[in-house]
Nanobody
Framework: QVQLVESGGGLVQAGGSLSLSCAASGRTFSNYIAGWFRQAPGKEREFVAAIRWSGGSTNYADSVKGRFTISRDNAKNTVLLQMNSLKPEDTAVYYC??????????????????WGRGTQVTVSS
C-alpha cells in the first residue's frame, strides 16, 4: 500500500521561502510520477508541480514557474517542493500525490491514484 506523508508547511511572510517534503513508502517508485497540488478555501484543488521519479523531468503550473522547484531524493524516497518568493495567493493546503507511469506528466488531480493528507502553507502579506 502506497503511503505519502507531507511535512514542512507553516506560516511565512510574503517574499519568504518554505520547503515541503513528501515521504513515500509502500512500493518501488522508480517508474512513478509524483506531484504537488494545493487547495485554498472555497477553491478547487489545483496542480502545482510534478516530477518523474526516473529521469527527473518536471512540469509546473504557470503560476509557480520560476518560484517553485520540485525535486526528488531517490535514496530517501522523498519528493521535495522548494517554494521561494511566496505570495499571499500561495496560501493553501498542499498535497503530495503519486501515480504510475504516463507518457505525459498529468496536471489533472483525477489522474493521480495516491494522496497524502496535506500540509498547511500560509503566506501573510
Amino acid at each position: 500500500q502506497v503511503q505519502l506523508v507531507e511535512s514542512g508547511g507553516g506560516l511565512v511572510q510574503a517574499g519568504g521561502s518554505l520547503s515541503l517534503s513528501c515521504a513515500a513508502s509502500g512500493r518501488t517508485f522508480s517508474n512513478y510520477i509524483a506531484g504537488w497540488f494545493r487547495q485554498a478555501p472555497g477553491k478547487e484543488r489545483e496542480f502545482v508541480a510534478a516530477i518523474r521519479w526516473s529521469g527527473g523531468s518536471t512540469n509546473y503550473a504557470d503560476s509557480v514557474k520560476g518560484r517553485f522547484t520540485i525535486s526528488r531524493d531517490n535514496a530517501k524516497n522523498t519528493v521535495l517542493l522548494q517554494m521561494n518568493s511566496l505570495k499571499p495567493e500561495d496560501t493553501a493546503v498542499y498535497y503530495c500525490a503519486a501515480r504510475g507511469p504516463a507518457w505525459v506528466i498529468p496536471s489533472d488531480p483525477s489522474e493521480y491514484a495516491y494522496w497524502g493528507r496535506g500540509t498547511q502553507v500560509t503566506v501573510s502579506s
